[in-house]
């Protein structure tokens, strides 16, 4: 199985703040990779797929960029709505792998 | 515009069964495979399973291969998860969501781009 190692598992950062998550995968998957923001009490929703297109809809502060096995995903200036957990997933093979997450917070 | 609705979740007991819904509308039901995925409470996400478009083929990961069961109805537009011999930790809530590219054959192109709103499974004597 495909590991998916996400740092950091936590993140205090303040409105218009730039952040960075980072997603290491244990094997090269090519740029199989989303990214996805999940709320408290609520369905994920996807943000970035193939690594880095932006989804329909989505902020354009955020970006995501990388291939192989290391990924991230960037949030160039912090909305108060951006606070919330984000995790990567890798579909480059089964079983799915999604990373630990990282849970955004306001400092 | 595409929609997942959950149901089927509730208290069981361990060693009990359940089976999960999952109705789909807003798209051709038949032409996308799903996946199942699955959140422990105050916990990371956990991928459970997939069916192909046409419920021929399937994956699931190994903790709950013998288990679990993923079919589909395209009929009624539904897909389901039978879980059986609950475990104390399969307690979770369990979401439905679509692989994005119809008649996906191949994994990496049945990436997720929509979810259900997700139903909880609560395994407890």
């Known amino acids: 199985d495909i590991q998916m190692t996400q740092s950091p598992s936590s993140l205090s950062a303040s409105v218009g703040d730039r952040v960075t998550i980072t997603c290491r995968a244990s094997?090269?998957?090519?740029?199989?990779l989303g990214w996805y923001q999940q709320k408290p009490g609520k369905a994920p929703k996807r943000l970035i797929y193939?690594?880095?297109s932006l989804e329909s809809g989505a902020p354009l502060r955020f970006s995501g960029s990388g291939s192989g096995t290391e990924f991230t995903l960037t949030i160039s200036s912090l909305q108060p709505e951006d606070f919330a957990t984000y995790y990567c997933?890798?579909?480059?093979?089964?079983?799915?792998?999604f990373g630990q997450g990282t849970k955004l917070e306001i400092k | 515009q595409v929609q997942l609705v959950e149901s089927g979740g509730g208290v069981v007991q361990p060693g009990r069964s359940l089976r999960l819904s999952c109705v789909a509308s807003?798209?051709?039901?038949?032409?996308?495979?799903f996946h199942w995925v699955r959140q422990a409470p105050g916990k990371g996400l956990e991928w459970v399973a997939v069916?192909?478009?046409?419920?021929?083929?399937?994956y699931y990961i190994d903790s709950v291969k013998g288990r679990f069961a993923i079919s589909r109805d395209n009929s009624k537009n539904t897909l389901f998860l039978q879980i059986n011999s609950l475990r104390p930790e399969d307690t979770a809530v369990y979401y439905c969501?679509?692989?994005?590219?119809?008649?996906?054959?191949?994994?990496?192109?049945?990436?997720?781009?929509?979810w259900g709103q997700g139903t909880l499974v609560a395994v407890s004597s």
């Open positions: 969501a679509r692989a994005e590219n119809p008649f996906v054959v191949i994994p990496a192109g049945a990436r997720i781009d929509y």
């Open positions: 807003g798209f051709t039901f038949s032409d996308f495979a």
């Open positions: 069916l192909s478009h046409d419920g021929k083929n399937h």
């Open positions: 094997q090269g998957i090519r740029s199989d």
């Open positions: 193939g690594a880095s």
């Open positions: 997933l890798q579909h480059n093979s089964y079983p799915y792998t």
